[in-house]
């Protein structure tokens, strides 16, 4: 029997069958969870209802975390569903394109910041609040996506590393305040992976090769990687674990200095 089985997952932020979220998806219905699933933009909706069908579900619904009215409105569909939630996974990123290109100063306008704040960060507490009633009493779990450059400065990632410190902020004032009634709330740091939003970032390939010849596993995570360990967290084997930000990026962010490829000579 899955570690997951008879708990409901309601995940956020699924746009192709490259998604962290879709490797989510796969990892906790293996396990024997029941999911829901959110996406944004009409254009998506047939794709997202034929990727909820390989993980047996018919719950899909469209909210734009950037508007509480859209959020109320799933939440309210959601709840005439399910009466009650044990599941929340947030896998949502956004900053304007040119926000994430040149040097930080330059880049980052007042708009870009708002923009990348709201959709990137404050949504994480705006969905959090929306599955409290659903959520509470339950032993359930929330988790965000994070990345390194919440922590240290990367190339072009600008406005986006500070939006995801905020993230991970709001992951420990959310785990405090909710701990209390049941809920855990975690981030996962996954090392970088090809997926939409890592599509027409410049030299984001030499990046994914950089990470693979220098991090101890020598190679790039997984989608399935990142699945499995958000299957983990929100699963009752994790029930001692909240506020912490686990890494998923084949341990690069704990080396200080390697040599490129296996030969350390
Ligand atoms: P993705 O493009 O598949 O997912 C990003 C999702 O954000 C999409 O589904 C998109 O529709 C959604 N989104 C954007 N604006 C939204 C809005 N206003 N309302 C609702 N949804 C909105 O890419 P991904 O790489 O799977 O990204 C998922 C998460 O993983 C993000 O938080 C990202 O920062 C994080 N992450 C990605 C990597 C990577 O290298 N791909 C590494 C670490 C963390
Ligand atoms: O969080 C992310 C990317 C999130 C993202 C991607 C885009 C591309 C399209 C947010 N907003 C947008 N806006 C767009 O218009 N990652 C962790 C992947 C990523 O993006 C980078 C990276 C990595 C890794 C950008 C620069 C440097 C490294």
Redesign the pocket.
């Known amino acids: 029997m899955g570690f997951l089985t008879g708990k409901r997952a309601l995940i956020v932020g699924l746009a192709s069958d490259r998604s962290i979220a879709f490797g989510i998806c796969e990892a906790m219905r293996r396990e024997g969870a029941d999911i829901a699933i959110t996406y944004v933009g009409e254009r998506f909706r047939e794709r997202v209802i034929e990727l909820a069908a390989k993980v047996d579900s018919t719950l899909v619904y469209d909210m734009d975390v950037s508007s509480d009215d859209s959020i109320a409105n799933t939440f309210s569909a959601l709840g005439t569903q399910w009466d009650s939630l044990d599941i929340l996974v947030h896998s949502v ?5 040119e926000a ?1 290109t040149g040097g930080y100063t330059a880049a980052t306008s007042r708009e870009a910041f708002r923009v990348a704040h709201d959709i ?1 960060s404050y949504s994480l507490t705006a969905i959090a609040r929306a599955a409290q009633p659903l959520m509470q009493g339950r032993q359930g779990a929330i988790v965000t996506m994070t ?1 390194l ?1 919440a922590v240290k400065s ?5 406005v ?1 590393g500070v939006a ?1 410190a905020s993230l991970e902020a709001s992951v420990r004032f959310l785990a405090a305040d909710l701990g209390p009634t049941g809920t855990r709330v975690n981030a996962i740091s ?1 090392g ?1 992976i090809k997926t939409l ?5 410049p030299g ?1 390939r030499k ?1 994914l090769g950089h990470v693979a010849a220098v991090n101890p596993l020598r190679r790039n995570v997984t989608q399935d990687d990142v699945g499995n360990a958000a299957a983990f967290l929100c699963s009752d084997l994790a029930a001692g674990i909240t506020g912490e930000v686990l890494y998923v990026d084949g341990g690069y962010s704990s080396v200080g200095m390697s040599f490129a490829g296996s030969d350390e000579s």
């Open positions: 990123a956004f900053a304007p394109r994430l990137s990345y450059g990367i190339p072009s990632y600008n986006m995801k996954a970088p939003a890592a599509a027409g970032i984001f990046m």
